[in-house]
């Protein structure tokens, strides 16, 4: 089997126990002074690539794992931690704080570095959870022209660069099987990330962080989509009351629940 070079996309978002607040322009959510980390379905991909070294489950071993992220200038922080979890090194495009990329701009850059790095594997998050769009990984296989296997919960490695991947679905699970390379997009019951130790955080400031721009790539930030208008949910109403047991079944047969 051949040698895994791993390609690991990790985002920089809000933090997942903060609740968003739309900020009063309603063009998005307040960014400002709100604490950030990885988003964590990331967190689980770089876990799993670390494990896939740690456990000797590709027969090939592993010889690269390489974090990469697009984002402000803090984005550094979370490229810190995914080295500090076991990453090699890094690799951090760089663009304007408040600035987003949309999915598809991000496919065609995650293509371009998996060209320079000689990816032959790439692990990332299904989705994150401040846009929740699920198209990333989709979109960088159908740009590589690499068979895909998303929502993976279980992930393991056959001989001649087989790979099985156990994802889940409405109902319960299904098992698919490609060859390297490929995609994987990691779902919440893969696995649980550890905790970076005070020792690996001090590695990895030692370790490899490279700076790039778009241009570097030969991308712009191409904007497709225009955001009209961002708005709180409307708040919940109470439930009505009922006197007794009766009460509650004539509602529920009422609301057709009975």
Same mark, same amino acid.
């Given at each position: 089997?051949?040698?895994?070079?791993?390609?690991?996309?990790?985002?920089? #978002? &809000?933090?997942?126990?903060?609740?968003?607040?739309?900020?009063?322009? =309603? +063009? !998005?959510?307040?960014? %400002? $002074?709100?604490?950030?980390?990885?988003?964590?379905?990331?967190?689980?991909?770089?876990?799993?690539?670390?494990?896939?070294?740690?456990?000797?489950?590709?027969?090939?071993?592993?010889?690269?794992?390489?974090?990469?992220?697009?984002?402000?200038?803090?984005?550094?922080?979370?490229?810190?931690?995914?080295?500090?979890?076991?990453?090699?090194?890094?690799?951090?495009?760089?663009?304007?704080?408040?600035?987003?990329?949309?999915?598809?701009?991000?496919?065609?850059?995650?293509?371009?570095?998996?060209?320079?790095?000689?990816?032959?594997? #790439? &692990?990332?998050?299904?989705?994150?959870?401040?846009?929740?769009?699920? =198209? +990333? !990984?989709?979109?960088? %296989? $159908?740009?590589?022209?690499?068979?895909?296997?998303?929502?993976?919960?279980?992930?393991?490695?056959?001989?001649?660069?087989?790979?099985?991947?156990?994802?889940?679905?409405?109902?319960?699970?299904?098992?698919?099987?490609?060859?390297?390379?490929?995609?994987?997009?990691?779902?919440?019951?893969?696995?649980?990330?550890?905790?970076?130790?005070?020792?690996?955080?001090?590695?990895?400031?030692?370790?490899?962080?490279?700076?790039?721009?778009?241009?570097?790539?030969?991308?712009?930030?191409?904007?497709?989509?225009?955001?009209?208008?961002?708005?709180?949910?409307?708040?919940?109403?109470?439930?009505?009351?009922?006197?007794?047991?009766?009460?509650?079944?004539?509602?529920?047969?009422?609301?057709?629940?009975?």
């Amino acid at each position: 089997m051949s040698a895994l070079r791993i390609l690991v996309p990790v985002k920089r #978002v &809000i933090d997942y126990a903060v609740k968003p607040r739309v900020n009063k322009a =309603q +063009t !998005g959510v307040e960014t %400002a $002074g709100v604490k950030h980390s990885m988003n964590p379905f990331d967190d689980l991909s770089v876990e799993e690539s670390v494990r896939i070294r740690e456990k000797k489950h590709a027969p090939g071993g592993v010889e690269d794992i390489c974090a990469f992220s697009a984002g402000p200038p803090k984005a550094q922080e979370i490229l810190r931690t995914a080295m500090a979890m076991g990453a090699d090194r890094g690799i951090h495009v760089e663009i304007k704080e408040g600035e987003e990329l949309e999915p598809l701009t991000v496919a065609k850059l995650l293509k371009k570095s998996v060209e320079e790095q000689k990816s032959n594997l #790439v &692990i990332l998050g299904k989705q994150s959870i401040d846009d929740d769009a699920g =198209q +990333t !990984g989709q979109m960088l %296989a $159908g740009l590589l022209n690499w068979p895909q296997a998303t929502q993976a919960s279980k992930i393991e490695f056959g001989p001649d660069d087989a790979v099985t991947v156990t994802k889940e679905i409405d109902g319960g699970v299904e098992t698919v099987r490609a060859k390297l390379p490929m995609v994987i997009t990691t779902d919440l019951r893969l696995n649980t990330p550890r905790y970076a130790t005070l020792p690996n955080i001090m590695k990895a400031k030692k370790k490899k962080l490279d700076k790039k721009t778009l241009e570097d790539y030969g991308l712009t930030n191409e904007k497709r989509l225009k955001v009209l208008k961002v708005t709180e949910p409307p708040q919940r109403q109470g439930g009505g009351k009922v006197e007794d047991v009766d009460g509650l079944i004539g509602k529920l047969k009422e609301l057709g629940a009975l």
